[in-house]
């Protein structure tokens, strides 16, 4: 099988989206409010045996799925599709009533293009959607392609699996150039012998955490300007602040928000 690649739609009425919801009421409703939203293609599968099965057959952009499916929760699908060679940069999306974050954090960590809450308003799918075209074909005609392509990025996060997906985001902005580390000692011990031109880290990591490496790179490093954003699912108010104060670039959220990535890269362009 060949490996499956990003189409790149660049509408949201060309996003191939495959739902997978074992209620077929449920399934109605989302279908429908996709398509209400001009999402031109909706494959409905009622679980996520079926739904790994038509994967070769669909071939989704996006994967809009319940938490809880007949043989496996919504997490399972998702690590299944980050460990498969073939599908594992399929985007996505999670509907469900599910609140308690120790359930919610594991599906943050892999890579989520949006956590929906069940019922979701227009506004909520609508900024879903947005989000997934803007991932997947990011608006950067203003950006030189040479300039994109010589950005050399570290990506620092204890999880393989959040370190690939900041990847496959950053590379369909146009970057070619990585390196990664697992936590802030192994970023320092790179930032001292290469270069670099962006920064993008994990808050809570092992041994030495982004907010600790954030701080090095403002004090310690001899390019303390270096472009240094922060992805992290931390909502503590005091702790959002500090890296505020502490100069980070940009703070950007669980689930990785477009608009906040395109923005840095701006930055670092110089546009």
């Known amino acids: ?85 073939d599908f594992r940069d399929v985007l996505f999306m999670l509907i469900s009533s599910e609140t308690c974050m120790e359930q919610l954090e594991p599906l943050r960590q ?39 392509a010589g950005i050399r990025a570290l990506l620092v996060d204890d999880s393989r699996l959040a370190r690939s997906y900041v ?6 902005a146009g970057l070619t150039q990585f390196r990664e580390a697992e936590n802030g000692h192994e970023a320092v011990k790179l930032l001292e012998v290469e270069h670099f031109d962006l920064v993008v880290a994990d808050y809570n990591m092992p041994e030495m955490d982004g907010y600790e490496l954030l701080q090095y790179v403002r004090q310690q490093y001899h390019r303390r300007d270096l472009p240094v954003m922060m992805v992290t699912s931390e909502s503590d108010s005091a702790k959002l602040a500090a890296f505020e104060s502490a100069g980070v670039s940009a703070l950007c959220d669980k689930p990785m928000e477009a608009q906040v990535l ?10």
């Open 1 to 85: 099988m060949q490996s499956y690649e990003f189409h790149g739609p660049t509408h949201v009425e060309e996003l191939n989206v495959m739902l997978v919801e074992p209620s077929a009421m449920q399934g109605k409703i989302i279908e429908r409010s996709l398509r209400e939203h001009g999402v031109g293609y909706v494959t409905h599968l009622t679980s996520g045996v079926e739904a790994l099965a038509q994967l070769p057959v669909v071939q989704p952009d996006v994967i809009v799925s319940a938490m809880y499916l007949p043989e496996m929760t919504g997490t399972d699908l998702l690590y299944q599709l980050r460990d498969s060679d």
């Open 110 to 148: 892999a890579g989520v293009v949006a956590l929906l809450p069940k019922p979701f308003s227009p506004t909520n799918l609508q900024q879903a959607l947005d989000n997934t075209i803007n991932l997947l074909s990011p608006d950067s005609d203003h950006w030189d392609e040479e300039e994109l």
């Open 167 to 172: 990847r496959k985001a950053l590379m369909n």
């Open 262 to 271: 395109h923005q840095v890269l701006s930055n670092v362009v110089g546009h």
